[in-house]
């Protein structure tokens, strides 16, 4: 490199240095970091432990800080054999002769550890990874939904019935009370503590200690981000500090609730250029991921693998989540994540730093997408200037140090900003609704907001991944013919740009299909998938899910 090119070089860098320092005198607060959180739910995968903790030090090694938080279960701590000493609380609902019906929880949801060499192993990965100043929180014991109710829907408005105080009239509510979430976390820290004695486990010398992590648990995240109000109290009473199962605004700086509990929630990322938002989890995005891709490319889930076994069998076992997809559709979906995360790293790093939180799984979804894009991101934001690559308990010790003053300093944005480079310039995020009327033999949609005029959308809407039409309506004999009698349908609805590309999609479900209790809800599901609880994750998956 020239002496010009060095001499230009380190008076552009003096006169950015300047220009901050102009710009941080005229305020008395001091820009924060730009906080990253990056988090892995669940803690099955021992290749996957091994992988992260070795990023990481790659990372340190080239002069990078940077340290995970893994919520992890206990389940994985119990073998086939030791599964008896967890008794889940809470109830589910399944079929049976024809008809729904709540049981009591049995077994695990996302299944257990293999063997005892199996946990001895994940063992020593976790006190490993705690050493290495990684952060071990909780995801409760075994990943059941503690927030499902179901409202009684109402025939005529096609919306949930609701009582003479307008409060909703529960078909089903199978929410954890206060005592469930007890229970749960009494086994959670009874499995830490009786580990080698439930698996009749010898320690091995580098266990001695056993888990190293167990006094330091200070975070919560509950599975399929099921919340209820038996949780909040409870928290407190088991040293949790700090909850992560909430959504909120992209440039939300954390508060505390009544409870003293710092909530850090996962974000409603804005789309660039389109009008959905994205929550900022690997499994939510699957799931519309997977809608899209199965109306793309229907021929997914006939797509075959072999097990453990050599034998052939299925690759996708449900719709709602994909495990294996075409090379295109992996790259399509790295792609959008990708764009997604800088877009919100962008608008907050350059306004007004609230956190960034990713949460994903050790799961390889949509053919190991979003897990090679979360090393990606880490790889690309984690070293930048200002930024901060932390677990969870530090952003908790540096917001414990803040006054009020300085954090309501923080939300307003009221400090020096980082000037914005010419480069990142991102497209607007459109303002576009899409609503939904029926009767007994069509689905009309509508647009509504001030991008519903611009030229050149189109529309197309799909019956269970199969293009029924391509307007604002659908004849609801087309639902019936597609759909056997009396199952459920999920009608899409996507709107494309001139370009394309989807920019705004909605999905409501048209319920016993064919019979005479037929009923189209005109409730929009996806609302529910950016309020992050998706009481649908891993139905049908009971006892043998892998991943988490």
Request: hydrophobic share 35%; aromatic share 12%; net charge neutral.
């Amino acid at each position: 490199m020239s002496k010009k090119w060095i001499t230009k070089g380190l008076m552009a860098l003096g006169m950015l240095t300047q220009e901050v320092a102009m710009a941080q005198s005229s305020s008395s607060t001091q820009r924060p970091p730009q906080f990253v959180l990056l988090a892995f739910d669940g803690s099955y995968n021992n290749d996957v432990w091994q992988y992260s903790r070795d990023f990481t030090k790659l990372k340190k090694s080239h002069g990078v800080d940077s340290r995970f938080t893994y919520f992890i279960n206990p389940v994985y701590f119990l073998t086939p054999d030791s599964k008896s000493n967890y008794q889940p609380p809470g109830s589910r609902l399944e079929s049976r002769n024809g008809q729904t019906v709540a049981v009591k929880n049995r077994g695990s949801a996302i299944g257990w550890g293999d063997d005892n060499a199996d946990v001895s192993t994940r063992i020593d990965h976790m006190n490993d990874a705690y050493l290495e100043g990684h952060e071990i929180g909780s995801h409760a014991v075994g990943h059941f939904d503690a927030g499902y109710a179901q409202c009684s829907m109402n025939k005529l408005t096609r919306k949930c019935d609701r009582d003479e105080n307008n409060k909703i009239i529960w078909k089903w509510d199978l929410r954890w009370s206060e005592a469930d979430w007890r229970s749960e976390f009494e086994q959670f820290y009874s499995i830490l503590d009786n580990v080698f004695r439930f698996n009749g486990l010898r320690p091995t010398a580098k266990q001695s200690r056993g888990l190293l992590f167990r006094d330091e648990i200070k975070g919560f995240r509950a599975p399929v981000l099921g919340i209820s109000d038996g949780l909040w109290p409870n928290l407190p009473k088991y040293g949790i500090q700090y909850d992560t199962s909430k959504t909120n605004y992209e440039n939300y700086w954390p508060q505390r609730n009544d409870y003293g509990t710092w909530n850090f929630p996962l974000a409603e990322i804005l789309e660039p250029g389109g009008a959905r938002r994205w929550i900022s989890m690997d499994y939510n995005f699957c799931v519309r991921d997977s809608a899209r891709v199965l109306t793309e490319e229907p021929e997914t889930m006939s797509l075959m693998k072999r097990d453990a076994n050599g034998q052939q069998v299925k690759a996708n076992k449900a719709r709602d989540c994909l495990n294996m997809v075409s090379a295109k559709q992996k790259a399509k979906a790295k792609a959008n994540m990708m764009n997604l995360y800088r877009a919100y790293f962008d608008r907050n790093y350059y306004g007004n730093r609230a956190p960034i939180h990713i949460g994903h799984h050790f799961s390889q979804w949509m053919g190991g997408a979003y897990f090679e894009t979360f090393f990606e991101f880490a790889n690309e934001v984690c070293g930048k200037p200002e930024v901060k690559c932390v677990t969870y308990a530090e952003l908790m010790n540096f917001m414990n140090g803040k006054s009020s003053s300085e954090i309501e300093a923080y939300k307003k944005g009221n400090f020096a900003k980082l000037p914005r480079p010419k480069s990142v310039t991102l497209a607007r995020h459109w303002d576009l609704d899409v609503d939904m009327t029926s009767d007994e033999n069509v689905m009309k949609f509508a647009l509504s907001g001030r991008d519903a005029s611009r030229r050149g959308l189109t529309q197309l809407v799909t019956v269970n991944g199969t293009v029924v039409s391509e307007g604002l309506e659908t004849k609801l004999s087309e639902v019936r013919r597609i759909t056997p009698a009396g199952e459920t349908a999920d009608v899409r609805m996507a709107i494309f740009d001139f370009n394309g590309k989807e920019v705004a999609t909605a999905t409501y479900k048209v319920m016993n299909v064919g019979t005479k209790d037929e009923m189209v809800s005109e409730d929009n599901i996806e609302e529910r998938w950016t309020q992050g609880h998706l009481p649908e994750a891993h139905q049908g998956e009971m006892d043998f899910t892998r991943g988490h």
